[in-house]
């Protein structure tokens, strides 16, 4: 009897194994928009269903409430007060757990550790080509990375080990060597992606290629993609992976945002391959891609200055679902995500038929 039971239990966690994820039937997705003054919001990280921190092109970090559909601003943080006169363009945002860290464009790079309401500059970067796109924190909330365009012949990244406290500079004979005119998109903090010691970071331009490493930064591989690359506005602009093995990205022609070739493709090894998707066919130029958390892989936002497009088939088909120019997503849950754009947030709601 007991033998019995342990074949039934066996038989029964096979067949489980075996059942593939239903994609979700969407009755409507709908986008509220929330009008931001003054403001290109570039990247967000949220806290909840009702509160996020932003920040964008005014220099400033500020912390939003969303309560019964009225909009509270509860606290601005203003960091060049503390530092002189520059006022911060942010792309990046990240958050360790207890501190929050905002990183600027251009020459200066400015990085603010944010934390009781206080700014304090963590690093300074001065070189007339320095231009940083993306910063993030491992799970580990110890390590750290920010990445940005070649200020020699390999990427500019930057570690911290210590919770962000401080940040050190990789020399480029830690890294590959860049082609010319290869470098990275400010893709609303979206063209890194950590998972566990696992870094992939995206670049476009001449060549359009995936870095990995598997040590927090400290080594480093790169790879080939087969998305559209050759000059300047051409590449990868925005990655996701799922787990450790698959992943997604996007992106294409900038001065072509009609266009949809060659620029969308997944990874099934981790990052070494990559395989078109959806070539020729919706969606078109995009600016950051992102999974539907606990969906299997399968469900997936993309979005950018043309609209909003979802795929339930782990991106091999796509339906646009608004016009309305966003640039990035962050989920709450499987069925609640905020976004950002030109002044506005918007607020994503998914109804599912049952």
């Known amino acids: 009897m007991k033998r019995l039971l342990i074949l039934v239990l066996i038989s029964i966690i096979y067949v489980s194994c ?33 509160n996020i921190v932003y920040t964008g092109s005014n220099g400033k970090i500020g912390f ?34 207890e501190s929050y860290f905002a990183l600027s464009v251009g020459n200066p790079a400015l990085l603010y550790k944010v934390f009781n309401d206080k700014a304090k500059l963590v690093y300074k970067e ?50 590959p060597k860049f082609e010319e005119g290869e470098a990275f998109f ?40 087969p998305i559209i690359q050759g000059n300047g506005p051409q590449g990868i602009y925005s990655i996701d992976f799922y787990d450790v093995n698959n992943g997604i990205a ?7 945002p009609l266009e949809n070739k060659q620029n969308k493709a997944i990874t099934k090894d981790g990052g ?3 395989q078109l998707v959806a070539n020729n066919k919706a969606p078109n130029y995009k600016s950051c891609i992102q999974y539907v958390p606990n969906t299997y892989g399968q469900e997936i936002f993309s979005l950018g200055k043309t609209g909003v497009s979802f795929s339930n088939d782990g991106g091999k088909t796509w339906r646009d679902i608004s016009k309305e120019s966003y640039y990035t997503i962050k989920f709450v849950d499987k069925n609640m995500a905020w976004l950002s754009g030109n002044n506005k947030l918007g607020k994503l709601d998914l109804k599912t038929l049952r």
């Open 18 to 50: 075996k059942v593939q994820y239903q994609p979700r039937t969407f009755e409507n997705i709908f986008i509220k928009e929330i009008k931001m003054d003054s403001i290109s919001i570039r990247s967000i990280q949220v806290i909840d269903a009702n």
């Open 64 to 97: 939003l409430s969303l309560n019964k559909e009225q909009i509270k601003i509860d606290k601005i943080i203003t960091p060049h007060i503390y530092s002189g006169s520059i006022i911060p363009d942010f792309r990046s945002l990240a958050f360790n757990g």
């Open 126 to 175: 001065i070189n007339q080509k320095v231009f940083y796109d993306s910063m993030h924190f491992f799970d580990d909330n110890i390590h750290g990375i920010a990445v940005g365009d070649p200020t020699e012949d390999c990427a500019a990244i930057i570690l911290t080990s210590n919770r962000g406290e401080t940040w050190s500079k990789l020399p480029c004979d830690n890294l």
């Open 186 to 225: 400010a893709a609303s903090n979206t063209n890194i992606k950590t998972i566990g010691s696992n870094v992939w970071i995206a670049s476009g331009g001449k060549k359009s290629r995936i870095l990995k490493s598997n040590d927090f930064g400290k080594t480093w591989e790169i790879y080939d993609t």
């Open 250 to 256: 996007i992106g294409g022609d900038y001065s072509k």
């Open 272 to 274: 070494k391959t990559w």
